[in-house]
């Protein structure tokens, strides 16, 4: 069957460290593989976007890579402040060409940057 | 506004009764997404628009629940004879026609509460 999995439910650092997320994934191909960050009662906002001949993607202090062979992306937060302490969502598009499809969404992992 | 605006923010309902949410995508989105997020809970897909083609209801879980969308405008959810179950928050999200990883923009939600 097709999943995917986020590393602990909750990850907790200390501000200034890297905060180190993981999303993998089962029985898809996916096409794009992207994040979301989603705070309390919001809904969630857009990150980041890869590629699957993508190897690794930046802005400002994200990084996220994507390893098609692990079936794996790593999602990078250096310098981690307590405002980046949210819910960080990946999801899987498997569509390809002109028509979008649905996203696949990951549980997501709970971040708590503490000062 | 620029964003996707759902509404109500919030209603109650009695179980039995009927309910339609409201979503309004971004304008020129022609890809539209119905989620549903229980508490503490990851994205549960629901039903996916796209332009003038079928819709992708695999997500609707039961017959209780259905969708409607007015070509490439406002959709509507609408759930029947609503169950306790049903309480949840209901995101609406909207993208870009073409493929380039189809980011998904999303409303606030509908905090939905069945007593």
């Known amino acids: 069957s097709q999943k995917i999995e986020q590393n602990s439910e909750a990850l907790n650092i200390q501000e200034g460290k890297t905060a180190t997320l993981t999303c993998n994934y089962t029985?898809?191909?996916?096409?794009?593989l992207q994040w979301y960050r989603q705070d309390p009662g919001r809904g969630p906002v857009f990150l980041l976007l890869?590629?699957?001949?993508?190897k690794e993607k930046r802005k400002e202090r994200l990084k996220v890579t994507f390893d098609t062979t692990l079936k794996q992306s790593l999602f990078h937060i250096t310098a981690s402040q307590p405002a980046d302490s949210a819910t960080y969502l990946c999801?899987?598009?498997?569509?390809?060409?002109?028509?979008?499809?649905?996203?696949?969404f990951g549980r997501g992992t709970q971040l708590t940057v503490w000062p | 506004g620029a964003g996707v605006s759902q509404s109500p923010s919030n209603k109650v309902t009695e179980k039995g009764k009927d309910v339609e949410l409201r979503c309004d995508p971004i304008?020129?989105?022609?890809?539209l997404y119905w989620y549903r997020q229980r508490l503490g809970q990851g994205l549960e897909f629901l039903i996916y628009?796209?332009?003038?083609?079928?819709?992708?209801k695999s997500g609707l879980p039961s017959d209780r629940f259905s969708a409607e969308r007015t070509g490439e405008s406002v959709s509507t959810l609408t759930i029947q004879r609503t169950q306790q179950e049903d309480s949840a928050v209901y995101l609406c999200?909207?993208?870009?026609?073409?493929?380039?990883?189809?980011?998904?923009?999303f409303g606030p939600g509908t905090r939905l509460t069945v007593l």
């Open positions: 628009f796209q332009g003038n083609s079928a819709p992708d």
């Open positions: 304008s020129g989105h022609t890809a």
């Open positions: 999200a909207s993208s870009f026609p073409l493929a380039g990883g189809g980011e998904q923009f």
């Open positions: 999801a899987l598009r498997v569509g390809r060409g002109s028509t979008l499809g649905r996203l696949y």
């Open positions: 890869i590629r699957e001949n993508e």
């Open positions: 029985n898809y191909s996916p096409a794009y």
